[in-house]
């Protein structure tokens, strides 16, 4: 079992930058791809960024390539994610998300654990 709780979501202005924890617990995922996937009222969970096993291979969605970056310290059991540049399109509940497997998928049904979510909120 892996427990995920993530932190660092708050409200920031257009253009402005947070970086959101996720601390994983109960076994290492030094052999798990992570990922942030992101939900907005009324849409569905959504690939934002993943990471493989040693951090060697990352994906991001188009609308935040170049803003945003994933990052992860398997000594800490730690997965990080830096957001620049916010827009408020990226307003959404965050998510980190775990499978035990090497490399990152996209759809979210292949994510065994997850977290519970932390607010980000971007006004205009």
């Known amino acids: 079992q892996v427990q995920l709780v993530e932190s660092g979501g708050g409200l920031v202005q257009a253009g402005g930058s947070l970086r959101l924890s996720c601390a994983a617990s109960?076994?290492?995922?030094?052999?798990?791809?992570m990922a942030w996937f992101r939900q907005a009222p009324g849409k569905e969970r959504a690939f934002v960024a993943g990471t493989n096993w040693s951090g060697g291979n990352t994906n991001y969605a188009d609308s935040v390539k170049g803003r945003f970056t994933i990052s992860r310290d398997n000594a800490k059991n730690m997965v990080y994610l830096q957001m620049n540049s916010l827009k408020p399109e990226d307003t959404a509940v965050y998510y980190c998300?775990?499978?035990?497997?090497?490399?990152?998928?996209?759809?979210?049904?292949?994510?065994?654990?997850w977290g519970q979510g932390t607010q980000v909120t971007v006004s205009s």
């Open positions: 998300a775990a499978r035990i497997a090497l490399e990152v998928r996209w759809s979210p049904s292949l994510y065994r654990y």
């Open positions: 109960g076994r290492t995922i030094s052999n798990a791809a």
